[in-house]
Structure formats: C-alpha cells, structure tokens
C-alpha cells in the first residue's frame, strides 16, 4: 500500500541554469540505463539513454553520465528551463529493454 | 516516437466490483506490453511482463489472480483489477516495445479510485 510520508528528493533551480541530477543503481550486471521525465498526472517520457559501454552520452541540451566503478548515473540538463519542471527517474535493465527497474525519481523544480 | 494509450485515462468504482483496463500500440506491433503501479510520490513498480498470444510473468508478490492480464493482440493488453479494494487504488501506466533491443514507450496512465 501507499507509504505515508514518503517524499520524493527535490532540486530547485533558477531558470537558465544548468541541472544535475544524481542516481546510483543497484545491479552491476544492468547493461541499459535510461532517464525519464514525468510530468503530473502523466506516463514516463523517454529522455536519453546509455549502455554500459560508455561512460557519457548527449543529447539536445541533456548528457547522462555514467560510473560503473561506483554504479552511479547522472542527468545534466543545460539552460534549464520551466517546462523541465516534472519528476525525473533513472531506470536500468539487463539488456534488451526486457525488464526497466525504475530508481526513486527527483523532483525537479525551476524558478522563474 | 511511438504512441501507447491508456484507457480509461481515470475511474472510481465501489469497493468489490472490476475494473479493466486497456493498453493498446497505436502505430506498432507490441510483442511485449508491461503493466506499472505507482502510488503518489513514489516509484513505478513492474506487477507483470506480457507477450502476446501467452500468459502473463507476474513480478513476485503481485497477485495473478487480483490482476488479471490479457494480451490478445499485438496492439492491445488489457489488466483487469478483479473485486478491487481501497488499497488498489493506484496509478497504473503500461509500456509497450516492438522487440528486443526496442525502446519501451510509456502510455498516458489510468488512476484508479476505489470508493
């Protein structure tokens, strides 16, 4: 059931400004990472993502980064702007798409 | 990108009756669908894998009986939440890919309220 209390990590930032977003995972043997976006009310949307052959990727003014050593995941966005205000989850699999284990997600809030 | 939706995109129904809900690949052919849960601020959680034309793979503590999965065609999946209970009440978002390797696209959500 629902976890009373429970609140999502947030990060506030000015508009304009660059945005870093942090996820550590859990599985060494995951070999697909993504980031998605959710806004209110909505499903995921795909951002970008990365296999673990790589250690950085971009896209249009977002690059994830990749530390297998450490198993941790990062999402920058550049000029951050307020429709990026949404919910961000970091998600791994195995391989394939087959089975998306999603992350805890950070709420991203951008200040006019 | 490719379009998945949902519908109903919300309902409320009283406690004990069933509700289904439909997943259905709007520009491609589905091999496998996947059901989600979310509750508020939280995570999604995978309840079951879906390939078409066989039975579901249900996520350990899910109940297969509770939510009963029909994935008939490659474009439609449906989830039926059977004598729903206040506690099912929930965001459940299903997700679609073409094939291996594909990229698993999300659909818009179904809320669920049980009265």
């Known amino acids: 059931g629902e976890s009373v209390g429970l609140h999502l990590p947030t990060l506030s930032v000015q508009e304009g400004d660059n945005s870093i977003i942090n996820c550590a995972y859990s599985n060494s043997a995951s070999d697909y990472f993504i980031w998605y976006k959710q806004e209110s009310g909505k499903g995921p949307q795909f951002i970008i993502d990365?296999?673990?052959?790589?250690d950085k990727r971009q896209g249009q003014r977002v690059t994830v980064l990749l530390n297998k050593t450490v198993k941790h995941l990062s999402l920058q966005i550049a000029a951050t702007q307020p429709g990026d205000s949404a919910v961000y989850f970091c998600a791994e699999s195995p391989g394939g798409y087959q089975k998306v284990t999603f992350g805890t997600g950070t709420k991203l809030q951008v200040i006019p | 990108g490719a379009v998945v939706s949902q519908h109903p995109s919300w309902v409320i129904c009283k406690s004990g009756t069933s509700v289904k809900i439909e997943c259905r690949s709007l520009d491609f052919q589905a091999t496998t669908m996947f059901w989600y849960r979310q509750f508020p601020k939280q995570s999604l959680m995978l309840m079951a894998t879906?390939?078409?034309?066989?039975?579901?793979?249900?996520e350990q503590g899910v109940e297969k009986d509770k939510f009963l999965i029909n994935h008939a065609s490659l474009t439609l999946s449906t989830l039926t939440v059977t004598s729903a209970h206040p506690e099912d009440s929930s965001f459940y978002i299903c997700?679609?890919?073409?094939?291996?390797?594909?990229?698993?696209?999300f659909g818009p959500g179904t809320r669920l309220l049980v009265l």
């Open positions: 879906s390939n078409e034309g066989s039975k579901a793979t249900y």
């Open positions: 990365i296999r673990s052959n790589m």
């Open positions: 997700s679609a890919i073409s094939g291996p390797g594909e990229t698993q696209y």
